[in-house]
């Protein structure tokens, strides 16, 4: 058997040894940085109570909550009364597309150092034939409780905190590319990372990180494999969603995703459960991408996944 350390101690000096071992201890754990705030666990029943409101707000407004429409400005309203209900400051930032107002969210957290920028973010439109809950409720959901979190655990990270909900990503990445072009050369120099979520609670899901940037790649990675989740390199979406913009302007990028329209494999199904040969998101832009769409157990992987990514990236 061997001996712990306490029990060593004894054999080799008595008490006196023991009391020495442990004021040298106390004295080292008094002089050790402090470690940083782990990130939160995210509840499931919070994150889907957001989807709830959106697809109430969608099927109070034609059943959608696309750009320039009632239910993409009630989406907006929705999620900005929670951030300015937080402390977060919150700026609406208006831009035109297809003849129709449309509006991009920015949340930005008090504090961190403004020249290193960690943001967030997902596009909160849906396509005009449904409710939009996968595609984006689900990515929109997790990047605002993500934020809540934030200002229920006053968190102070080293680096500042921004979040964001682009607008017409469905009428190409619209939103984020207006919000982008707008931003000088030393703005983009400060962004640190960007990290998109865009559909992360696919019905038949598959677990997708963006290789885009090692550093945000492992980060991911790193947290899925504490899960004993195996991830995929993300192909299909790779381009069409709102990292581009900040990518092209030399943002480093990352995020998840779960599958949209393409088929998941038998070997992907092996190893992950659900249907082969099914899409990962049946109802990907059609009427049935409702609340009963998602995958809670995707939903909740993912969503917690995003708040360690922002805890992890901003110390």
Known sequence: MKLSVSARAVAAGGIASVMLLTSGAVADAASAPPRPAAAPDLPLASVKAHLTQLQSIATANGGNRAHGRTGYKASIDYVKAKLDAAGFT?????????????YNLIADWPGGDANQVVMAGSHLDSVSSGPGINDNGSGSAAVLETALAVSRAQYKPTKHLRFAWWGAEELGLVGSRYYVNRLTTGDRSRISAYLNFD?????????????????????????????????????????????????????PVGGLFTGASRAKTAAQAAKWGGTAGQAFDRCYHSSCDTTANISDTALDRNSDAVAYAVWELSE
């Open 199 to 251: 559909m992360i609670g696919s019905s038949n899901p598959g677990y997708f990180v963006y290789d885009d940037d090692p550093a945000v790649e492992k980060t991911f990675k790193d947290y899925f494999s504490g899960l004993g989740v195996p991830t995929e390199i993300e192909t299909e979406g790779d381009g069409r969603s709102d990292h581009a913009p900040f990518k092209s302007a030399g943002v």
């Open 90 to 102: 919150t700026t609406l930032q208006q831009f035109t597309a297809s003849g129709r107002t449309g």
